[in-house]
């Protein structure tokens, strides 16, 4: 079946550890990208990649880094510098970037403590 | 980035129709695209318009003014599973969306 994997579903980690968060799609789609979102709101733009080995910040990159070495994955780092790391991330893809249906992920609830 | 306001909770009952309201920023903006999200899970697409007018997709529809700067989804025939987080997502600049803060959709037996 086609789609958007995410692993893992829950991820545990101490304050002050990096953590990546993994992101792979078998749609063939050109864009990629990482969304966050925080009980009660909605979602805010970290990264996106519109093509193999090029990729853009969105709103709130900071403390985050991405990496687009192959079509099919969009890894997400959450570095010990994002000050507030706790949150559900939300990949997706779409065709192209100009495409008007993304597809989301199941999503990935980080903890930190 | 760019902001877009819709209402944070509605609260109707099933059979009923209930409309959701999203205000955007109109420099660079090129269309608006809903999607329902259930508690805890994945955001998922509903409708996109581009062009001003009603777009119908089965007991959901969504409208789009430009000149207004002003869009709905429209939701008939409310069902309980229904009940989900509705986010007006617009695009802007042709290759960014910037999302809403979501509205809470309560739909009573």
């Known amino acids: 079946d086609g789609g958007i994997t995410q692993s893992p579903k829950y991820l545990f980690r101490k304050e002050g550890q990096n953590v990546t968060l993994s992101c792979e799609q078998n749609l063939n789609h050109d864009a990629m990208y990482w969304y966050r979102q925080d009980p009660g709101q909605g979602l805010r733009l970290i990264y996106y990649?519109?093509?193999?080995?090029?990729?853009q910040k969105g709103d709130i990159a900071e403390g985050y880094s991405v990496s687009r070495e192959k079509k099919e994955s969009f890894p997400l780092t959450v570095t010990s510098a994002q000050k507030n790391p706790t949150a559900f991330y939300l990949c997706?893809?779409?065709?192209?970037?100009?495409?008007?249906?993304?597809?989301f992920g199941p999503g990935t609830r980080l903890t930190v403590t | 980035g760019q902001s877009l306001e819709q209402p944070s909770e509605v609260t109707a009952v099933e059979g009923a129709i209930v409309q959701i309201n999203c205000t955007y920023q109109t420099s660079g903006f090129y269309g608006l695209s809903w999607y329902q999200q259930h508690d805890g899970g994945a955001p998922t697409f509903l409708s996109y318009n581009a062009l001003d007018g009603l777009e119908e997709t089965g007991r959901f529809s969504s409208f789009l003014s430009r000149s207004d700067s002003y869009g709905y989804l429209l939701l008939q025939e409310l069902q309980m599973k229904d009940s989900a987080s509705y986010f007006c997502?617009?695009?802007?600049?042709?290759?960014?969306?910037?999302f809403g803060s979501g509205t809470k959709l309560n739909v009573k037996p």
């Open positions: 997502a617009a695009l802007y600049n042709f290759n960014k969306f910037y």
């Open positions: 997706a893809s779409s065709g192209t970037a100009a495409s008007h249906e993304q597809y």
């Open positions: 990649s519109q093509i193999v080995n090029d990729f």
